[in-house]
Structures are given as structure tokens and as C-alpha cells.
């Protein structure tokens, strides 16, 4: 089993806050997982993969997980690597929630504005409380979708599912459009066409936006260096990671660290 080591953050009656690292370290099972309570897991860095009955997901900075208590699950960390997460317990966070939500997604906007309050709340520094809950409404928000006519279906939404959890649990390997087209069962050109319908962006364009949050989470939440940062996010070298960061975020990695004011989305 992988060893957790839990801190807390804020205590108060209706919302809990505490940052919950792991090793990683997958080993046998003695006895079926299931989560204690109902709550909320934001990956800070790191990734790991859970199932349940309904849901197959890939966890990191950018995908929100929402758990049920008592429920049989599995986490898992195929890549071998540890993580850290932040744990929201408390009946506030489900006054604002669908309550059939598992998991969803965290943009870049409200991961560092969360990562700002997180940090003052390191240091000791007052925080208000309108403040942490401003910051866990812009992560649990739904994002806007513009409308559009002839939505994909339900075959097209599974075969961009299965690339993209594919991406998302492997972005720091070099993968290959074949292999993930054979995973989700169809052609390399059908996988190209169904992914940027169903996802608006293409492949690459899909793994470079993962390999960059990745990349952002471990800036603001570790202490590696950028040359180290730039590896475990999946790029060459820490100039093929400076080079995407200034053209996604509009900075440097090196500024975005000094705590220079919030990135746009």
C-alpha cells in the first residue's frame, strides 16, 4: 500500500482543508479500498489513476475527483511516481455541486488562484475565509461551452475518452498516434478527426496542454529545479519547456515560481 501523509490546513465546522501527500508506491491489497467520507481530491502535483464501478479516471493537476464515501475503488500509480493532493471534506463543498458529479475539470486560472491561498495558509498568514471559499468555487465551477449544432456521439465521445485518459496518464512517454488509435479500437485518421471533434484541439496539442499543467503544478507546488521540472513534465530539456511555457502562459517558468501575479486560463 502507498504510505499517505496528511497535513491540515483549515479546520472549521462545514470545510476541512488538508494537503495529503503519497509515495506512490503501489504494492498488494490486503483488504478492498474505499474512501472514508465524501469529499473532494485536487491534485496539487503528481497523478494517480482511480476506478470504480462508473468511473475510470487519471487524477492530476487539471482533473478533480469527487469521492463517495464507502464505495470500492482502486488507486493506482502505474507511472511509479508519488503525488500530493489537496482534500476538501465538508458539507460546503456539496451545497454547490451536481451530487452525480465524480470527476471534473480544473482549469489553469483556478489551480494557481487556489495555489495562492494554499500558500498563505503555509506561511501562517491571515486568511479570510471568503477568500478559500472564492478559490474551491472557481475549481468546482463548470466551464462554459459554447453551443454548437451536431454535438458528437456517444461512440465519438468514448474513443476522445479513452485517447485523452491514455494522455493523461502517460504524457511524460513518447507515445505514438498508432498505439493510442489501436487502444481506442479504431484508425489513426478516425482517431485524428473523432479526438479534435470531440476535443476541439488534436492530439499533440492535447498532450502539450497536459504536459504544461503538469509542468505549472510542479513550479508552484515543489521545490525542483526547472531543469528537473522540465523532465518529469514530459519535455526534452528545460529550454523545450520554457519555450511552450512563454507562448501558453505569456512568462517564464522562472517568473511564474517568483509568485508573479495569476496566470490567465
Not at 490486503?30 to 476506478?51: I, M, T
Not at 464507502?70 to 456539496?94: K, M, N, T, Y
Request: glycine share 10%; aromatic share 4%.
Amino acid at each position: 500500500m502507498p504510505r499517505l501523509h496528511a497535513s491540515p490546513l483549515l479546520r472549521e465546522p462545514d470545510l476541512q482543508l488538508s494537503r495529503v501527500t503519497c509515495d506512490g508506491h503501489d504494492g498488494p491489497r490486503l483488504q478492498e479500498e474505499c474512501s472514508d467520507g465524501e469529499g473532494l481530491v485536487l491534485a496539487l502535483h503528481g497523478r494517480f489513476q482511480f476506478r470504480d464501478a462508473t468511473t475510470r479516471a487519471v487524477v492530476g493537476p487539471g482533473v478533480g475527483l469527487r469521492t463517495r464515501a464507502h464505495q470500492p475503488c482502486e488507486i493506482s500509480h502505474p507511472h511509479g511516481g508519488g503525488d500530493a493532493c489537496l482534500s476538501v471534506r465538508g458539507p460546503w463543498v456539496f451545497r454547490w455541486m451536481d451530487p452525480d458529479t465524480r470527476t471534473f475539470p480544473v482549469s489553469a486560472e483556478a489551480y494557481v488562484r487556489l495555489q495562492a491561498v494554499l500558500a498563505r495558509v503555509a506561511r501562517q498568514e491571515p486568511v479570510e475565509r471568503l477568500q478559500v471559499e472564492e478559490a474551491l468555487c472557481a475549481v468546482v465551477s463548470p466551464p462554459t461551452r459554447p453551443e454548437r449544432g451536431d454535438a458528437p456521439n456517444t461512440r465519438e465521445q468514448t474513443i476522445a475518452g479513452t485517447i485523452a485518459h491514455s494522455v493523461a496518464l502517460r504524457f511524460d512517454e513518447r507515445l505514438s498516434l498508432e498505439a493510442l488509435a489501436r487502444g481506442a479500437g479504431v484508425s489513426v485518421f478516425h482517431a485524428c478527426r473523432v479526438f479534435r471533434r470531440v476535443m476541439g484541439t488534436g492530439v499533440h496539442q492535447h498532450q502539450q496542454e497536459v504536459r504544461l499543467r503538469h509542468a505549472l503544478a510542479l513550479l508552484l507546488d515543489t521545490r525542483l529545479p526547472l531543469a528537473e521540472v522540465a523532465l518529469e513534465a514530459g519535455f526534452a530539456n528545460q529550454g523545450h519547456l520554457g519555450n511552450a511555457f512563454m507562448r501558453r502562459y505569456g512568462r517564464t517558468p522562472g517568473a511564474t515560481r517568483k509568485g508573479l501575479p495569476p496566470l490567465s486560463p
